[in-house]
């Protein structure tokens, strides 16, 4: 890490899931020379999914690892300069930005894209962690079609848990809701929806206290929080936890504009942020969709985002040096 210390980047790219890789295929395609800073967590949320069967160009599926792996190897073969380090400070009141990396060495960027991820909010349950990937998700959208014809459960009340357990129907045969409370936060329309829907069952004033099984789920226990009665449902295949999710954007806080959240708001359509060469890119910039394919998606408008940026910048150098000799 050491020889980089000092030096200048055209793009530094803060994150290595699918919307950091995919930023940096596209800017080594470029010849923008783009460094990748992989982060505490190399490869994102995908490095702890098994199968992966909804991303384009995998017919037979394929383990997340292995994809962020061929993702990286993608990038690399143009050039990108992808390293095992942690973004630790950036100093936003000067350009180039001076990028710290693991507390200790600094470089330069002419453009920065964010590609910090989120991560979702878990129990913090050891049987949970173990079973991760193995019947515990946190994600339908991703693992709903491995429950075909199973009952699974969905913890928690808010609209995050009702759209879960509503798109887990159209697979599974039965669809329980955990909640602590003894009513949704959800919307009024997601809790219609939930509430009407014959094949969502809901377990009131309880919590999940642990997910049964060694290698896959073989089933939960849940307490109820006002008489401690603790119940077993034996024919439990699956766990949703949707109790919300969190961005990986606490080193951008009261720099760039986010929403309640944390999640960083961008210009439009585009992936600038307030800040004149910083781009946002993935699940930290989006409430919303968090697919692989769709940060992915955001990776790429990104890298031509500061493709553009950097353009226009020697443009308008350009045209100063040619005013300065008229």
């Not at 990937?133 to 913890?155: E, L, M």
């Not at 409370?181 to 509430?195: N, T």
């Not at 929403?259 to 942020?273: C, E, L, N, W």
């Amino acid at each position: 890490m050491k020889e980089i210390a000092g030096k200048t980047f055209k793009v530094v790219i803060v994150g290595s899931g699918p919307a950091g890789l995919t930023a940096a295929l596209y800017a080594a395609r470029a010849d923008l020379e783009p460094i990748v800073f992989e982060g505490p967590e190399p490869g994102g949320q995908l490095m702890t999914t098994t199968d992966v069967e909804n991303y384009p160009g995998y017919p037979d599926g394929v383990l997340g690892p292995q994809m962020m792996d061929d993702f990286r190897k993608q990038a690399q073969r143009f050039g990108a300069d992808c390293r095992y380090g942690y973004v630790t400070n950036i100093e936003f009141d000067k350009r180039p930005y001076k990028v710290t990396v693991d507390d200790e060495v600094d470089v330069y960027a002419k453009t920065i894209i964010i590609a910090t991820g989120a991560e979702a909010k878990w129990l913090h349950l050891e049987s949970e962690q173990k079973l991760r990937g193995k019947g515990v998700s946190a994600c339908a959208t991703c693992d709903g079609a491995f429950f075909r014809n199973q009952h699974v459960v969905v913890v928690g009340g808010g609209d995050t848990a009702m759209e879960e357990a509503t798109f887990l129907t159209k697979f599974a045969s039965k669809v329980t809701v955990i909640h602590r409370r003894d009513e949704l936060r959800a919307s009024k329309v997601m809790q219609k929806r939930a509430l009407n829907d014959k094949k969502i069952e809901f377990i009131w004033d309880s919590e999940l206290i642990e997910v049964l099984g060694e290698q896959v789920v073989e089933g939960v226990k849940v307490r109820n929080r006002k008489t401690g009665e603790i119940t077993k449902l034996d024919d439990v295949t699956g766990v949703f936890i949707a109790i919300g999710h969190k961005p990986n954007t606490e080193l951008f806080k009261g720099v760039l504009t986010m929403d309640d959240v944390g999640y960083i708001q961008t210009k439009g359509q585009s992936t600038y942020t307030d800040l004149p060469g910083i781009f946002a890119s993935g699940d930290a910039m989006d409430p919303i969709y968090r697919q692989a394919v769709t940060a992915a998606g955001t990776g790429c408008r990104a890298a031509i985002d500061a493709e553009r940026y950097l353009a226009e910048q020697v443009e308008e150098k350009e045209e100063e040096v040619a005013g300065q000799k008229v």
